[in-house]
């Protein structure tokens, strides 16, 4: 585990509930930033912390449309300190094909572009920016995913964008994460206070 990680642990469990009896993190960035890997080396940090990934619920037709449907499968459920149940999106058939089963837990991880948007906010304890910029993440990605996945991606781009540009994240960033030879570097972000 990277040494970083151990004392952002720490911290991310003494921050008071945010949802319900779960405080509610998001690791956001763009495509191709490095949040799915990040983001489990945390939960292992966290002792094995659950993790939503925002993959997930979205779809081709509604990339960055799932807000609704987090909110009523995840966060109602868990606000209440219940159980969350959430259709899991398989991108090849293009249907949601299976069911996951989340119980509310001290600390809970989404990961995702899009997760520290406006609509979510109010339900994070701490937002997380992945500090990769867009080009050089999206490069990441495409050569990740490979030359089947072009014209994903052909789309994808311009819709990140389009987000990004409506509703931004990184400004309201509690924590910036740098990945480096060494692994991470954590650093305030511009939402922090001293």
């Known amino acids: ?3 970083a ?9 003494t921050l008071p509930p945010s949802c319900g009896p779960v405080r509610l993190i998001a690791v956001d960035g763009h495509a191709g930033s490095g949040k799915s890997t990040f983001t489990g080396r945390l939960a292992d940090a966290l002792g094995g912390a659950p ?3 925002t993959d997930d619920l979205a779809t081709h037709e509604e990339l960055f449309a799932w807000d609704k449907r ?3 499968q995840v966060l109602e459920p868990l606000s209440r300190g219940g159980t969350a149940r959430y259709g899991v999106y ?9 069911e996951r089963v989340l119980a509310p837990a001290p600390v809970v991880l989404v990961e995702g572009v899009g997760t520290g948007r406006r609509a979510l906010r109010p339900w994070l304890a701490c937002l997380l920016w992945m500090e990769l910029a867009s080009d050089h993440s999206w490069e990441r990605g495409q050569l990740r995913d490979g030359p089947d996945l072009a014209a994903f991606w052909s789309g ?7 987000h990004f540009a409506a509703d931004p994240s990184r400004p309201y960033a509690d924590f910036l994460v740098h990945q480096g030879k060494l692994g991470y570097e ?3 972000g511009p939402s922090s206070t001293p």
């Open 156 to 162: 994808w781009i311009p819709a990140e964008r389009a």
């Open 51 to 53: 993790v939503v990934h």
């Open 1 to 3: 585990m990277n040494r």
């Open 186 to 188: 954590v650093r305030e």
């Open 90 to 98: 398989d991108w090849v058939r293009g249907e949601f094909t299976e």
């Open 70 to 72: 987090f909110r009523t």
């Open 5 to 13: 990680l151990a004392p952002l642990a720490a911290r991310l469990r």
